[in-house]
């Protein structure tokens, strides 16, 4: 009798954990922030490349990923060439009014500044603005407040368009 008793415990206590561990993956996580609407995948191609992109490096595609981590890959690719990849980590300052917001980029052999807006969309679009601060070049990052295209010297030449993938 205590045998069967103690096998009636162990089979009870077999299901108890297999039902617990069946619950726990289930359940979604509760109070877990959705990322940020620039977290993703992007690509440029076609009209989209800026282009400035395109007249100076013969870029055909840029691809970009953002991370919830605060790092950024850069892919771009030229015509009848190679891709190539930067590395590097990125810092968005969001607007308190509007949704044009501003964007630093920070990679191992220049740092780019300028500003980016999400669009809703199908595919959803991200619309980016930056020049080279460091080395700098001359040109000043735009912010907010300026708004895109407002470099008297770049105009609209330096606005890049990403389609979420």
């Not at 953002?66 to 790092?71: A, I, L, Q, V, Y």
């Not at 607007?95 to 595919?123: N, R």
Request: glycine letters at 8%; hydrophobic letters at 40%.
């Amino acid at each position: 009798m205590k045998k069967l008793l103690a096998l009636l415990m162990i089979l009870s206590l077999m299901f108890t954990f297999t039902a617990c561990d069946d619950d726990d993956d289930t359940n979604p996580v509760e109070n877990e922030e959705p990322a940020e609407a620039w977290v993703g995948t992007w690509l440029s191609t076609g009209s989209d490349v800026a282009p400035l992109l395109v007249s100076l490096f013969q870029y055909d595609s840029v691809r970009v990923q953002f991370t919830e981590e605060n790092t950024i890959v850069l892919e771009s690719h030229v015509t009848d060439g190679a891709w190539t990849t930067q590395n590097g980590t990125y810092t968005v300052t969001k607007s308190s009014e509007g949704d044009v917001h501003t964007i630093s980029l920070v990679y191992a052999a220049f740092e780019q500044g300028g500003i980016m807006q999400v669009i809703d969309g199908e595919p959803d679009e991200l619309k980016l603005e930056v020049v080279q601060t460091v080395p700098s070049y001359g040109f000043a990052a735009r912010t907010p407040e300026t708004g895109f295209g407002s470099d008297e010297n770049l105009g609209t030449d330096n606005i890049q368009i990403y389609k979420k993938l």
